[in-house]
């Protein structure tokens, strides 16, 4: 048989299979058509991450003596000093507030913090009560931070918890490399797969248990926050997958406080906390990923125009998010331009994107917001919107600087609204008998000004000094020299 023969006969036989693997492949190849063509997306990754503190310590320590428990020497780093008494009389009324700097009542202290007010407030119109209101605000303390605190406290024969959380969960460096898909890891058949919407389709009726991927991160036991480090806004870059994994943790971290709060059978007040949208650019911005350089040409004569032609900003600014629809700084200063146009509504759908876009993000974004309203209504807890309440109360119907200091933190009467909605809340819930009238709230208000009357002068310059710090440490200036891996 010549080699002609043979080649022709190898050729067929190579042919049949190939047909008839092709074959095989065509109901395969007609789903994945009709998944792409239907618009079919994969369900969003989820994970429930496993938080471990390397040498956790508890927040409170016994001081037999007096009979109190007290918050230990060793925190007081990024806690305030509070005390309560180990034995709860039987008037008392027992509150822990939970949360991170702004609880503490930063850039001041707790002296002026919105528990403060809230006591001196509950003492005065319900005086037959003993209010112990309980301080646990943690400078940069998150969420998963939170966790083992609100375990502690649970013991401590709470009567209330109030939960204001959400500005710093992007403060410190964690990984979800388990969401990444694994196409970026692989090489070209694996990578083919796993691009097939058809394998996504069915692995998403895999067993419940496997859904979930439970990742173990071990962190410090007390805050190691990114930018209190040298260049540490080089640290923040467009990353999804870390974007998500933070906002898909904060919203377990707060499903396990709320149901652990029900188990225990204590009520659990959530809080939507308020950002600076109106006089806080972003803290980092960057033009969307995977611009072509006519497109980049484009932007960057749409700047030129706008230099040009302030008059014209509203039109410019938007022909640019056409082209850039991802740069915060660009979504900020169409915000300012629809706000000086008194379009106080498309001012405020774009200060909401230039928080929401950026790369730095330390203010609690919109859809974590939303997760927090979910929460509440899921859950059938009450739900202070400190977000809705600073709206009412500026004159922009936009979060600003009439009540904030800075990125997050209230002005000292910013901190009093806080504790009046509190109190409304409180009322609304029967913990209080009423809702102050105009006469008691005068005499809270008596209270308050008596109470900052008491306060030094040091106290107030202490304040002041710590806004700078605060602001300079936003601005990625912190000082701390990250030594090199091993």
């Not at 063509?37 to 003596?65: H, M, N, T, Y």
């Not at 605000?137 to 939960?163: K, Q």
Request: glycine share 4%.
């Amino acid at each position: 048989m010549s080699w002609k023969t043979k080649f022709r006969l190898l050729s067929k036989r190579i042919g049949f299979r190939l047909l008839a693997i092709l074959l095989g492949l065509i109901p395969l190849l007609g789903f994945e058509l009709l998944l792409r063509v239907s618009g079919w997306q994969v369900p969003p990754a989820k994970f429930r991450p496993v938080v471990e503190f390397i040498d956790p310590q508890s927040l409170f320590v016994l001081e037999e003596d007096n009979g109190t428990y007290r918050i230990a020497d060793n925190r007081l780093v990024y806690f305030r000093p509070q005390s309560f008494p180990v034995k709860k009389s039987s008037d008392s009324v027992r509150i822990f507030c939970l949360g991170g700097s702004t609880v503490q009542g930063r850039p001041y202290a707790v002296e002026t913090s919105f528990t403060t007010w809230l006591q001196i407030a509950l003492q005065e119109l319900a005086p037959q009560q003993n209010w112990e209101v309980v301080n646990c605000g943690g400078v940069s303390y998150a969420s998963y931070r939170l966790l083992p605190i609100l375990e502690e406290v649970l013991d401590y024969e709470p009567d209330l918890i109030l939960l204001y959380t959400g500005h710093n969960e992007f403060l410190e460096a964690r990984t979800f490399e388990h969401l990444k898909p694994i196409r970026e890891n692989f090489n070209f058949l694996p990578r083919l797969m796993t691009s097939m919407r058809t394998v996504e389709f069915f692995n998403q009726f895999q067993s419940r248990d496997d859904k979930f991927v439970k990742p173990l991160q071990q962190l410090p036991s007390e805050v190691d926050a990114i930018l209190d480090y040298e260049r540490g806004v080089e640290y923040y870059q467009r990353n999804p997958t870390w974007r998500q994994g933070v906002q898909d943790q904060f919203a377990d971290n707060v499903h396990k406080m709320v149901t652990m709060c029900l188990e225990e059978k204590v009520p659990l007040f959530l809080y939507n906390p308020v950002r600076n949208l109106r006089d806080c650019p972003p803290f980092k911005s960057m033009q969307t990923a995977g611009l072509t350089n006519e497109q980049l040409h484009q932007v960057d004569s749409l700047r030129s125009q706008l230099q040009l032609n302030p008059e014209m900003a509203i039109t410019l600014l938007t022909e640019m998010l056409s082209v850039n629809p991802d740069d915060a700084n660009i979504h900020y200063l169409l915000a300012q331009a629809y706000l000086e146009n008194q379009e106080p509504a498309l001012a405020f759908k774009h200060f909401e994107l230039a928080c929401d876009e950026d790369l730095c993000p330390l203010r609690i974004l919109s859809p974590m917001q939303e997760v927090l309203i979910e929460i509440a209504t899921e859950y059938d807890v009450p739900l202070i919107d400190i977000a809705e309440l600073f709206a009412e109360l500026s004159p922009t119907k936009i979060p600003g600087d009439n009540l904030l200091l800075d990125h997050v933190h209230p002005t000292i009467a910013g901190y009093q609204q806080i504790a009046l909605k509190t109190l409304k809340t409180f009322a609304q819930q029967g913990y209080i008998a009423q809702i102050p009238d105009q006469q008691s709230q005068k005499l809270i208000e008596k209270k308050y000004t008596r109470h900052l009357r008491s306060l030094d002068t040091a106290y107030f310059e202490n304040g002041r000094q710590r806004l700078k710090n605060l602001q300079a440490w936003a601005a990625g200036r912190g000082d701390k020299i990250r030594e090199p891996s091993n």
